[in-house]
């Protein structure tokens, strides 16, 4: 069964402390992972697509990465506006359905 | 370009009683989805649908129907609510096969009493 898992759940970090999220995976087939930033009452906001392993993408304070078994999210110097919930998602087989990890919270305290 | 809408943003429905969530994406694009997001339970996809005419079932499809007449429009009906119905419900939309990332509406927190 296709699974993604995330961890930590939730994480604290005072302003400025950098850290890493991890997503790890048992999909058979690897095309492609994505990650979203999820604010309290909001949707998902879509953050990055990483397609082979050995892949980078960065935005602002944020770096994803992807190896054949998990992808990193790397948070340099965060700001307490970094606080929100970090989500991966990774196609199911060869279809375009989504499965998603639960999540990591993230807390940044300035 | 608005993206993704949906309506209403919040709603209580007595037992037994039905409605309908309203998506309406302006992208253009193929591919469009209901999920469903629990409290610590992720997100768990409902139905989707490839293009006008044509949907499927997805991981958590009971008590629910869909149809999907344009390409812009991808209703969700709730028949006989029942309180395991009370979520937050996401619609999404993508390009179309790729994969693609999607992109979210903003939720309709629903509650069921």
């Known amino acids: 069964e296709d699974q993604v898992t995330q961890s930590p759940e939730a994480l604290r970090l005072q302003e400025g402390e950098s850290s890493s999220l991890n997503c790890s995976y048992t999909?058979?087939?690897?095309?492609?992972l994505f990650w979203y930033r999820q604010d309290p009452g909001k949707g998902p906001e879509f953050l990055f697509t990483l397609y082979s392993a050995g892949e980078e993408k960065e935005k602002e304070r944020l770096k994803a990465t992807l190896t054949k078994k998990e992808s990193f999210l790397h948070i340099t110097a965060p700001k307490p506006e970094d606080s929100a919930t970090y989500l991966c998602a990774m196609p199911q087989g060869g279809s375009e359905k989504l499965v998603f990890g639960k999540g990591t919270k993230l807390t940044v305290n300035p | 370009n608005a993206g993704v809408t949906q309506t209403p943003k919040f709603r209580i429905l007595k037992i037994g009683q039905s409605m309908t969530l309203q998506c309406t994406q302006d992208m253009n694009h193929n591919y469009m989805y209901w999920y469903r997001q629990d409290p610590g339970m992720g997100l768990k996809l409902i139905y989707y649908?490839?293009?006008?005419?044509?949907?499927d079932k997805g991981e958590v499809p009971n008590g629910y129907n869909v149809s999907r007449s344009t390409t812009e429009d991808f209703p969700l009906r709730l028949e006989l609510a029942a309180p395991s119905q009370t979520s937050v419900y996401f619609c999404a939309s993508s390009k179309g096969q790729g994969p693609y990332e999607q992109y979210f509406g903003p939720g309709t927190r629903l509650t069921v009493t």
């Open positions: 649908s490839v293009g006008a005419g044509i949907t």
């Open positions: 999909v058979s087939g690897l095309r492609g």
